[in-house]
């Protein structure tokens, strides 16, 4: 606390994060991995637009090594890969950020509430939880496909008719966003259950510990005690796994592309190139490597963030 | 605790009763039928079948049928793509799935476990750099990589050990090492985390100005509150983990139950697939009532939940 200082007036407590973002700034390895991430969003979401498209074959030039005009060379139906990495790039992170930030949200209100609460309302709270578990998974995805290829067919129509744009490319665009949406939300419904088995442990034991008895004792309302009390106390594994869940989210796209239910071709996903590279792994390794390595490099700066962060954000540290 | 435990139990029923439920009424309304893709089938015999099955019947009397006959026989119907009890096909490829995931639990758990403590311990040393890099590449490198690069690079070396295939006991290592390589990472980016929440405590600090060993520090002092993360997760990882992978089956031929679950649902076989569905929540719901018991156990304060 800066109470040590003379004057009164001026001796107001930093909030959490205030001396969060200020014990952030001190952590070079954080702040340098923010800067990465910040460089490969806009290389996947303004570089792209400026490349060749990906999906473009052309099969003469099939294997091509790096070259002036595809800089990290083609791949097996000779389509330019630093375009299909970069494309790949924006549905892999809009999958893996977005999912993440729901299921950052859902997973710690919903753990929280439920171990806060306590007796019948927390019982029901994490059988429910139990029943998602256990969801057909893929069952979800291939019914909210279905209502999303409906629905997209008409958006596509509406937007065409009413704007007057060119039919082709406001059709690709639109089947891109539509072949991301039905995934998005069947893994954000579901991708939150193990975090919210997590701050719901995390809460159960900081509602017994004395500063949580203090705010109570304050007549300070639940909502506030969660929020300003037990939440920011719990966020530490909480941030921990939720770095986890942004590769996680990625790879589990892959997976379900490698059951044809994920992104359809000729769209690529980060998961998708290290998929289908790893079929030419012993002839063609780049073509593993390559997307392999923007894929790592994000996870890692991702993994730096996370942990600065969530040193940044314990309570406990000294405040320097 | 007896009174918990039963009363979770009695709770777990009524999951698994609302679970099925959602999801005969979710796989029902997919499109198509286990009959859709068999071309050969003129459309009387595909009536027959559609009736042999009660496939023709409205969705909830069809489920009412299901409930009638799950409950009253135990049965869990015949699978009309595969023409067999769903209860056999299941019992026939338990065994392997279960096997499979204690092993790539146990490797998750000793590769997993120990690192997270000690990279919590030597925080931002290369010790901790060098783990924590293995286990981000754990969680990037997924099991349709990691198994042809175990196959390529040590199954085809090694002489005591098959590409594919589940006939000695020497065929689990592959297959568990790659299905445990994920869950590792993850238990030792979480055990770092939960660690290094309790190392930051005033009563660690206590135990090191009282002069303690420093092992005893970390095994009586700090283990059981730095892992509370870890088991939570565990619960959930667990019932995943020998629910069978289908990617890891296929790679190594493992006669599992994940391919069940992805066949049952290109298949549109309802009751294999909802037979695999109760398997996996009861699995759910019995591990994840052991993970809460072994919370509680480990911390003090837990113990009013049970």
Known sequence: MTSSEPQPEFARGTSLWMDAWHRLRQNKVAVGSGIFLILMLLLCFVAAWFMADPNIQNLDNKFSSSSGAHWLGTDQMGRDLLSRILYGGQLSLVVGLTATAVAFCIGILYGAVSGYTGGRIDATMMRLVDVLYAIPFLVLIILLQQLFDAKAGEASAWIIE????????????????????????????????????????????????????????????????????????????????????VPGFIMYEATLSFLGLGIKAPNSSWGVLIKDGANFMETQPMLLILPGLFFTSTLFAFNFLGDGLRDALDPKAAKD | MLRFIFQRLLQGLLVLFVLLTISFFLISALPGDAFVKEKKMSEEALQEQRARFGLDRPVPLQYAMYLKRLIVNQDLGISPKKNREVSYILKQSFPPSVILGLNALFIACVIGIPLGVFSAVKKNTWFDYFSMGFAMIGICVAAFIVGPLLQTFIAMKVPALKVAGWETPLDILLPALTLGLAPAAYLARLTRGGMLEILNQDYVRTAYAKGLPFLTIIRRHTLRGGLLPTVAFLGPAFAGLISGSFVVETIFQVPGMGRHFINGTVDRDIFLLLGCVLYYGFLIVILNLVSDIIQALMNPRLRDSL
Not at chain 1, 177 to 183: A, D, E, G, Q, R
């Open chain 1, 162 to 245: 009413k704007l007057n744009i060119e039919k082709q490319t406001t059709q690709k665009t639109i089947r891109r966003i539509s072949n991301v949406v039905p995934l998005l939300v069947a893994i954000s419904a579901l991708g939150w259950l193990t975090l919210a088995r997590i701050t719901r442990a995390q809460v159960l034991s900081m509602k017994q510990q004395e500063f949580t008895q203090a705010a109570r004792s304050l007549g300070l309302s639940p909502m506030r005690i969660l929020l300003r009390h037990i939440i920011p106390n719990t966020l530490g594994p909480s941030i921990v796994y939720v770095t986890l869940t």
